[in-house]
């Protein structure tokens, strides 16, 4: 009888068959069913504690991700480059250029405009980021980084790129672009497309006749360099360029006719990459401290990013402008392998000076230094730091460690500068501060201090205009040793006269354009428009 209502409760709870059934029996003992109840103790706990803990585990994980689905911001995973992997899509949507409303005023058709177009979609620049425009032909052991304002031109940006390639620069190092626009117009892209052909077919054509560049008053053709014998010790052992290491087939930035990479020992040259400042620097760590940060300020927040991603594969840096600015010379080929030294320049303006506007007149009556740092730094100095001199920001040339703690000195300044300003109004000129870190500060370290070297303009290879005064006969273009500038800066600035920038201007274009064997064949745009967007200093060259 006892074992008939063991098993109907068995079967009363057939879920369950490790529970014990305890009858009482008529000799007043206890027992289990089959004898077997005290053994099912021990199991019976170790499954339901199995099953807790996984029913727990299963509802963590699903918290979690409902938390982040829920908390995720679309617009931030089309910022931060941090989650391409995650969110791959970001690198076609992030390419898509912005088409300008008037092509014509650039002298290119629409089908060049869209070839420049389909070139950028291609293939980005390093670690998903950035715009492949051309590949290099291998690994170069100098970088090249040059920013565009938001007054920067097309023609700016095409006198810049026309001059570098033509003082062969390229041959030794990449250069890099910083965009201050999201998307980039694609005026500025045509123009990198643009030259870049150019160069090709001036290259080409030189190779062909074996002819050595024609010496122009300004500007000097190299077309040896990029064809000389490479070594290792000049260019490192490492082969392949860091910049678009995937090769698309097809692709026109890897794929360059008989100028491929496969033809090193003839042919070499760096790459052109671009990177937008938002996508360097996506949450814009400057708009904490002022309204609206000009791309004078942030880009040296951009350059302490970049310059830490390729510290390991360059030996030196030129940090440049590209508004005003004509390359004239390789200023690197000066710098020997293990050459550590940081060269800056003066620019001809004391800290006492006015800053100038776009008429040349100034802008306020207080020194430039003052408007920066305010009235209690400056009547706090003596009178020779008032004195001293200015030194650009437009130009820097040294070795990679250097110039990339001046940078990281740079950003940190510049915050330090705008929480002195308690309107958030962002200042337009940082030279100031750079003067300031270089006099009156330690922040830049002795290791840095002890390889620096402050040059004056137009007494060294970067003739920085418009400069000290000088003498009626004294060329603008010549040192007194009759040696030619590296680099032509200032162009724009307000102190440069309208004959003087347009005397400039034109021997620059009677160099590009007035020579039989670099004529309208090379350059297409020769005969249409005045480089720089100046119309006063076209002159037809015949």
């Given at each position: 009888m006892?074992?008939?209502?063991?098993?109907?409760?068995?079967?009363?709870?057939?879920?369950?068959?490790?529970?014990?059934?305890?009858?009482?029996?008529?000799?007043?003992?206890?027992?289990?069913?089959?004898?077997?109840?005290?053994?099912?103790?021990?199991?019976?706990?170790?499954?339901?504690?199995?099953?807790?803990?996984?029913?727990?585990?299963?509802?963590?994980?699903?918290?979690?991700?409902?938390?982040?689905?829920?908390?995720?911001?679309?617009?931030?995973?089309?910022?931060?480059?941090?989650?391409?992997?995650?969110?791959?899509?970001?690198?076609?949507?992030?390419?898509?250029?912005?088409?300008?409303?008037?092509?014509?005023?650039?002298?290119?058709?629409?089908?060049?405009?869209?070839?420049?177009?389909?070139?950028?979609?291609?293939l980005?620049?390093?670690?998903?980021?950035?715009?492949?425009?051309?590949?290099?032909?291998?690994?170069?052991?100098?970088?090249?980084?040059?920013?565009l304002?938001?007054?920067?031109?097309?023609?700016?940006l095409?006198?810049?790129?026309?001059g570098?390639?033509?003082?062969?620069?390229?041959?030794?190092?990449?250069?890099?672009?910083?965009?201050?626009?999201r998307p980039?117009?694609?005026?500025?892209?045509?123009?990198?497309?643009?030259?870049?052909?150019?160069?090709?077919?001036?290259?080409?054509?030189f190779?062909?006749?074996?002819?050595?560049?024609?010496?122009?008053?300004?500007?000097?053709?190299?077309?040896?360099?990029?064809?000389?014998?490479?070594?290792?010790?000049?260019?490192?052992?490492?082969?392949?360029?860091?910049?678009?290491?995937?090769?698309?087939?097809?692709?026109?930035?890897?794929?360059?006719?008989?100028?491929?990479a496969?033809?090193?020992?003839?042919?070499?040259?760096?790459?052109?990459?671009?990177?937008?400042?938002?996508?360097?620097?996506?949450?814009?760590?400057?708009?904490?401290f002022?309204?609206?940060?000009?791309?004078?300020?942030?880009?040296?927040?951009?350059?302490?990013?970049?310059?830490?991603?390729?510290?390991?594969?360059?030996?030196?840096?030129?940090?440049?402008?590209?508004?005003?600015?004509?390359?004239?010379?390789?200023?690197?080929?000066?710098?020997?392998?293990?050459?550590?030294?940081?060269?800056?320049?003066?620019?001809?303006?004391?800290?006492?000076?006015s800053?100038?506007?776009?008429?040349?007149?100034?802008?306020?009556?207080?020194?430039?230094?003052?408007?920066?740092?305010?009235?209690?730094?400056?009547?706090?100095?003596?009178?020779?730091?008032?004195?001293?001199?200015m030194?650009?920001?437009?130009?820097?040339?040294?070795?990679?460690?250097?110039?990339?703690?001046?940078?990281?000195?740079?950003?940190?300044?510049?915050?330090?500068?705008?929480?002195?300003?308690?309107?958030?109004?962002?200042?337009?000129?940082?030279?100031?501060?750079?003067?300031?870190?270089?006099?009156k500060?330690?922040?830049?370290g002795?290791?840095?201090?002890?390889?620096?070297?402050?040059h004056?303009?137009?007494?060294?290879?970067?003739?920085?205009?418009?400069?000290?005064?000088?003498?009626?006969?004294?060329?603008?273009?010549?040192?007194?040793?009759?040696?030619r500038?590296?680099?032509?800066?200032?162009?724009?600035?307000?102190?440069?006269?309208?004959?003087?920038?347009?005397?400039?201007?034109?021997s620059?274009r009677?160099?590009?354009?007035?020579?039989?064997?670099?004529?309208?064949?090379?350059y297409?745009?020769?005969?249409?428009?005045?480089?720089?967007?100046?119309?006063?200093?076209?002159?037809?060259?015949?």
């Amino acid at each position: 009888m006892n074992e008939s209502a063991l098993r109907l409760a068995r079967k009363a709870s057939p879920s369950m068959p490790l529970l014990v059934v305890e009858t009482s029996m008529s000799d007043g003992k206890s027992l289990s069913s089959n004898g077997r109840g005290s053994g099912c103790k021990v199991p019976c706990v170790h499954r339901k504690v199995k099953s807790a803990i996984w029913l727990c585990s299963g509802i963590l994980f699903c918290t979690v991700v409902l938390f982040v689905l829920v908390s995720l911001d679309p617009s931030k995973v089309s910022e931060d480059p941090r989650l391409l992997v995650t969110f791959p899509y970001r690198i076609r949507n992030h390419l898509v250029l912005e088409r300008g409303s008037d092509r014509s005023k650039l002298g290119y058709d629409s089908d060049a405009m869209d070839e420049a177009q389909e070139e950028v979609l291609g293939l980005p620049a390093l670690e998903g980021m950035g715009m492949l425009f051309r590949k290099g032909t291998r690994a170069m052991p100098e970088l090249v980084v040059a920013h565009l304002s938001e007054t920067t031109t097309p023609d700016d940006l095409r006198l810049f790129l026309r001059g570098l390639h033509r003082s062969g620069m390229p041959a030794r190092a990449d250069i890099v672009l910083l965009f201050p626009w999201r998307p980039l117009p694609l005026e500025f892209a045509a123009v990198i497309r643009h030259e870049d052909h150019s160069f090709r077919r001036l290259l080409a054509k030189f190779r062909k006749t074996h002819q050595g560049g024609d010496l122009g008053k300004l500007s000097v053709f190299n077309p040896s360099a990029y064809s000389r014998m490479m070594s290792i010790s000049d260019y490192g052992k490492r082969q392949e360029s860091i910049w678009g290491k995937v090769n698309h087939v097809g692709n026109a930035s890897v794929s360059n006719g008989d100028d491929n990479a496969g033809n090193e020992g003839r042919v070499h040259y760096g790459a052109i990459v671009g990177f937008d400042m938002q996508e360097l620097d996506p949450d814009d760590a400057l708009s904490g401290f002022l309204d609206s940060p000009p791309a004078t300020l942030r880009r040296w927040v951009c350059y302490q990013i970049l310059i830490g991603m390729v510290r390991h594969r360059y030996r030196h840096i030129l940090l440049t402008e590209v508004t005003g600015v004509v390359i004239l010379k390789d200023v690197l080929s000066s710098l020997k392998k293990k050459d550590t030294s940081l060269h800056l320049y003066y620019t001809g303006q004391r800290w006492s000076d006015s800053e100038s506007g776009s008429n040349g007149n100034a802008t306020t009556g207080i020194p430039i230094v003052e408007s920066v740092y305010g009235k209690t730094f400056w009547n706090s100095l003596e009178d020779e730091d008032k004195t001293r001199k200015m030194i650009s920001t437009s130009v820097m040339v040294g070795g990679i460690r250097q110039v990339r703690s001046v940078t990281t000195a740079m950003a940190t300044e510049i915050v330090r500068v705008a929480l002195l300003h308690q309107d958030r109004v962002a200042f337009r000129v940082d030279s100031p501060i750079l003067s300031f870190l270089v006099h009156k500060s330690s922040s830049l370290g002795k290791k840095v201090a002890s390889h620096l070297q402050v040059h004056e303009s137009g007494a060294s290879i970067v003739n920085l205009l418009p400069g000290p005064p000088r003498s009626a006969p004294f060329d603008d273009f010549f040192r007194k040793s009759d040696s030619r500038f590296s680099i032509l800066q200032g162009l724009q600035n307000g102190g440069v006269s309208q004959d003087r920038r347009t005397k400039i201007l034109e021997s620059l274009r009677k160099d590009f354009c007035g020579s039989a064997q670099t004529g309208v064949e090379v350059y297409s745009d020769c005969y249409l428009q005045p480089l720089a967007g100046h119309t006063d200093s076209t002159k037809t060259v015949s």
